[in-house]
């Protein structure tokens, strides 16, 4: 019998033959990741650092993202107490405020490469498994365990695979593919599983599967994971990544799955995640025309260059409506520029956009963009939550930035094929 | 003893609000703001010795320990929910929290029913009728069992 792709690297990284479900496996990550949250980490772990140092200087990649810039002088403490344990123990994977969220930061420097195992201090981990690495969440004091130790502790998931087919028909995008799955298996459809995806994966770019794999958490699943194909490696290369730097590896032919499904990509429609759970798919019909006064584009899931291009595309030459405010926050410093040398956010600007600057702030309601009472807001992010962008009596819909882009117009939730076809 | 009842899919913003969580980390800090969107009476009324319950998919969301870092500070004995999501299992682990994953359990019981726990032999009892819970794997009880994984780790560090 085969191995699934999550069996297969929890083997290679324990140094075992085989793995199967259940089997509790210890491994040395090749990353741990952790943002603002580092400040009350390492705030656990004081003496014992001073005592027993960072067990890999290599390991810990810290991005500070989630309230940047600092938005009172507590969060500007956490940031310096982050910026000086990097210095304290010379970790040479620091990146400061402005870079990006950590998770596009970490996919853009090289991190997250195919065949690593990362896990991180943030639920959203599991973005990277676009780009084949078995990629986690775990909480601050397994981060703080790890700096001190080295390794930790894995459950070998069952898997549940889904089959792709067909092409995702413009202006549907992946944000309505993983939206549509959330929905049919539920938020914890796949708990404590692995998902991996096959078939017509190359119709998807590495910013598509890096949405649907950033969501892989809203359905339970510990990773959610693409293989490693020609456009992988067309990224990895164009960010100066060489086919040697790295050993990917994916599920056997004859590998045992728990539930196996299948979508056709050309029957996607446009969706949304109505309040307050993410499995409350929706269809934009069912929704149109409800009011919503602010909308936010961009984050983790859908902050990239192709989502700002998708969005700004429909913006192009409109003006957003007078009641609604739209926020953009791209996911990186870099994708900033590009979408500043392109155009992209420009037209967004002329159209009404308010930029802000590469960071987490309004999709957790930590900082910038928070809501009312009585308001809702649609946004590209991936979680809709009570109280979520701060206010327990604003609803939140989650919808793909073609969605988002064609509600800001009208103020209400809009079809994004009426816009396109103008 | 009391018993605080709770639905299916209840996440860690209802658990501890995302606003709070870079400027709230210290059992103390933490401790007013449990539960606050989900709950309003529960921070002033949990004692310890009581249990939380919950049906599927509890502390779904965010990684923030905040939820299983207080819970087991203001002494919640442990948390008996129909399943549980992943990083909120690891996590309840790594605070030294019992976790009681039992669907029977949760559907047997009533508002007033009588509940005690035998957390060695992996029983719970509801108005009479004993259902079983599966414990964990020895390497990681031993773990829950340190205190947490924090005590766990310093030891193994002085070995």
Redesign the interface.
């Known amino acids: 019998m085969g191995m699934t792709f999550a069996e297969k690297i929890l083997a290679r990284k324990a140094g075992l033959d085989q793995t199967v479900p259940g089997q509790i496996v210890i491994i040395e990550p090749d990353h741990l990741l952790t943002h603002d949250n580092t400040a009350a980490i390492v705030g656990k772990i004081t003496d014992d650092l001073e005592r027993f140092g960072v067990a890999r200087r290599s390991m810990p990649v810290i991005a500070l993202d989630h309230v940047v810039p600092a938005a009172s002088e507590k969060h500007a403490v956490n940031h310096q107490t982050a910026r000086s344990f990097a210095e304290r123990f010379d970790l040479p994977n620091f990146y400061d405020v402005g870079t990006g969220v950590c998770h596009q930061v970490l996919m853009e420097k090289g991190h997250a490469l195919p065949g690593r195992v990362i896990v991180g201090s943030d639920s959203h981990t599991c973005s990277y498994g676009a780009l084949g690495v078995f990629s986690t969440g775990v909480d601050r004091t397994e981060a703080a365990a790890l700096y001190l130790r080295g390794k930790t502790w894995l459950r070998v998931p069952e898997t549940i695979r889904i089959t792709l087919s067909g092409k995702l028909q413009s202006p549907v995008s992946a944000k309505d593919l993983v939206l549509t799955i959330i929905g049919d298996i539920g938020a914890a459809g796949a708990a404590y599983r692995a998902v991996e995806f096959h078939g017509a994966v190359d119709t998807l770019t590495i910013e598509e599967r890096f949405t649907i794999a950033n969501m892989g958490v809203e359905m339970g699943a510990k990773i959610a994971v693409f293989p490693v194909d020609a456009v992988t490696r067309e990224y990895l290369s164009s960010i100066g990544i060489q086919d040697s730097a790295y050993e990917a590896l994916w599920a056997d032919g004859d590998a045992a799955y728990g539930r196996e499904l299948t979508y056709d990509l050309g029957a996607i429609e446009p969706v949304v995640a109505a309040p307050h759970k993410v499995d409350n798919r929706k269809s934009v019909a069912e929704l149109e025309g409800t009011k919503i006064q602010q909308v936010l584009l961009g984050t983790c899931t859908n902050g990239r260059l192709s989502d700002l291009d998708a969005a700004a595309r429909i913006l192009d030459g409109r003006t957003v409506s007078p009641t609604v405010r739209l926020l953009v926050l791209p996911a990186s410093r870099e994708i900033y520029q590009q979408a500043m040398e392109n155009g992209t956010l420009a037209t967004l600007s002329k159209a009404g956009g308010t930029i802000l600057p590469p960071g987490c702030g309004p999709c957790l309601g930590a900082h910038q963009g928070c809501l009312a009472p009585g308001e809702k807001c649609l946004s590209t992010a991936n979680r809709n939550f009570k109280g979520r962008m701060g206010c327990t009596e604003a609803e939140i819909y989650l919808a793909s930035p073609e969605t988002a882009a064609a509600t800001a117009i009208h103020g209400t939730i809009s079809d994004p094929r009426r816009e396109v076809s103008r | 003893m009391k018993i605080w009842k709770y639905g299916d ?1 209840v ?1 860690t ?2 658990l501890f ?3 709070y ?3 709230c ?1 210290t059992a103390e800090e933490i401790k007013p703001h449990l539960l606050e ?1 989900l709950d309003p009476d529960f921070a002033a009324g949990v004692k310890p010795g009581d249990l939380v319950f919950g049906g ?2 509890f502390g ?6 905040q939820p ?2 207080g819970l087991k500070a203001v002494g919640v004995e442990a948390i008996v929910a129909a ?1 549980f ?3 909120f299992y ?2 309840s682990i ?2 030294g929290l019992l976790l009681v994953e039992c669907p029977d359990a949760v559907a047997a019981y009533t508002d007033g029913d009588e509940v005690t726990l035998d957390p060695a032999a992996g029983t719970i009892t509801v108005a009479g009728k004993a259902f079983s819970f599966p414990k964990l ?1 020895p ?2 009880l031993a773990i829950r069992d340190a205190g ?3 005590p766990w ?2 030891a ?2 002085e070995k």
């Open positions: 899919d996440n913003d209802m609000p995302g606003k969580t870079y400027t980390s969107d599927t998919n779904c969301g965010s990684s923030r320990e299983t870092l399943s999501a992943r990083i690891r996590s790594n605070q794997p390497e990681i947490g994984l924090l780790t310093r193994e560090l």
